[in-house]
């Protein structure tokens, strides 16, 4: 019996050293093989996801109805995140969301697929692609923990970049541009007539002595939000800030005044009409 146990042990002694022996070569294998896939995916997703994205529902809504109050329903969940992939480290990217108009957190994209190989890892969720007439849409697919649903939802490229500090531009721009960017005509109390241009990038000229306005989309989140509102100059000692309401081509800004309790605000007087320039 001892003779027949000897070769038995040495046999195995050499298997389980041959053994060990590969093992680092196959976990190298591996960790290359992970590097080279994050690297392609990189590749692909990259120059697609690179931008400032925004709520579609949101955006187009708030367009139609030429209204930001009017579309709040549509600002829950992410409406704006902007993806910077100068900062992708390794195999992933931190990046801000902005939620509801209202707050903003930290988020990890991991360059990896998700479900499929259209997808990658977006937080607690996926983040896919598709193209539709030169157009890339963004879609989340973000886990609800309430209903245990996968909400979608649709993005589109608002800028491809835009200040890093400064989350909410590409909302703004885009808010901007299709709501009152353009040129106007202005007619003041003494019947002078001067041209008034909003750029897309909050700056305006030809509106007394203003030079930057901005409109409000964070909106019934606290009491007498419940206006559309512009505001000008935010910064400055002569900062100005009125309702509007657009009629056809002409955008209309009143005074505004609380009502009986303060709870809410109210339109007082019409204070200023600018007929938009075709």
């Known amino acids: 019996m001892k003779n027949t146990l000897l070769p038995i042990l040495v046999i195995s002694l050499f298997i ?5 022996t590969k093992q680092p070569a196959q976990d190298s294998l591996t960790v290359a093989q992970t590097q080279v ?6 590749e692909k997703f990259g120059p697609i ?6 709520k579609s529902d949101y955006v187009d809504k708030v367009i ?5 109050l009017a579309a709040m329903d549509e600002a829950n969940g992410a409406t704006t995140f902007y993806i910077n992939t100068a900062k992708i480290k390794g195999d992933s990217i931190k990046l801000m969301v902005g939620w509801g108009n209202h707050d903003g957190s930290e988020l990890t994209i991991k360059f990896k697929y998700g479900s ?5 890892l977006f937080g607690a969720g996926e983040l896919g692609y598709s193209i539709k007439n030169s157009d890339t849409i963004l879609t989340t697919y973000w886990p609800d923990e309430k209903s245990k649903q996968i909400i ?18 590409g909302l703004d721009y885009i808010i901007n541009k299709g709501l009152i960017a353009g040129n106007y005509l202005f007619t003041d109390s003494t019947g002078a007539t001067s041209r008034v241009n909003f750029e897309a990038d909050g700056e305006v000229s030809g509106f007394y002595k203003f030079t930057k306005y901005g409109i409000n989309i964070d909106l019934n989140s606290d009491a007498m939000d419940n206006l559309d509102e512009i505001g000008f100059d935010f910064d400055s000692k002569n900062h100005k800030s009125y309702s509007f309401k657009f009629d056809a081509d002409t955008l209309k800004l009143y005074d505004t005044k609380p009502n009986a309790d303060s709870s ?3 339109l007082d007087k019409l ?5 938009r320039v075709k």
């Open 16 to 20: 389980s050293c041959k053994s060990n």
């Open 37 to 42: 896939d994050a690297k392609t995916i990189i």
């Open 49 to 54: 996801v690179q931008g400032v994205w925004v």
């Open 64 to 68: 139609k109805t030429r209204s930001p």
């Open 116 to 120: 499929n190989s259209s997808r990658i």
């Open 152 to 169: 979608t939802t649709n993005y589109k490229r608002a800028l491809h970049k835009q200040p890093d500090e400064h989350l909410g531009y």
């Open 264 to 266: 809410e605000l109210v």
């Open 271 to 275: 204070r200023y009409k600018l007929v």
